[in-house]
């Protein structure tokens, strides 16, 4: 079973509720699907998520499909909501 950690900063994690957590999942689709199943009647959540850059080991993953980014045991996924200010 492949098992990745989500992190979560700013906003992301006030809509998660949580700093980090630990899903099963091999691709970033899946894990998109699980953290949104976790969730069902938090919309919030679900709008922020969209919302946020994904990092996938630290690499922005921009427009890839979710469906194609393989993910291995240990990995660390990060959302990242927009930041204003400068």
């Known amino acids: 079973m492949t098992v990745v950690t989500c992190r979560y900063w700013g906003g992301a994690k006030a809509a998660a509720g ?8 091999t691709t970033l689709a899946g894990v998109m699907a699980e953290i ?3 969730r069902p009647a938090d919309r919030r959540f679900s709008d922020v998520v969209d919302a946020c850059s994904v990092l996938v080991e630290g690499v922005a993953v921009g427009s890839r499909d ?6 291995r045991t240990r990995t660390t996924v990060e959302f990242l909501p927009p930041f204003a200010g400068g």
């Open 36 to 38: 949104t199943r976790r």
């Open 18 to 25: 949580t700093e980090s957590e630990l899903v099963a999942a």
């Open 66 to 71: 979710p469906a194609s980014v393989q993910l």
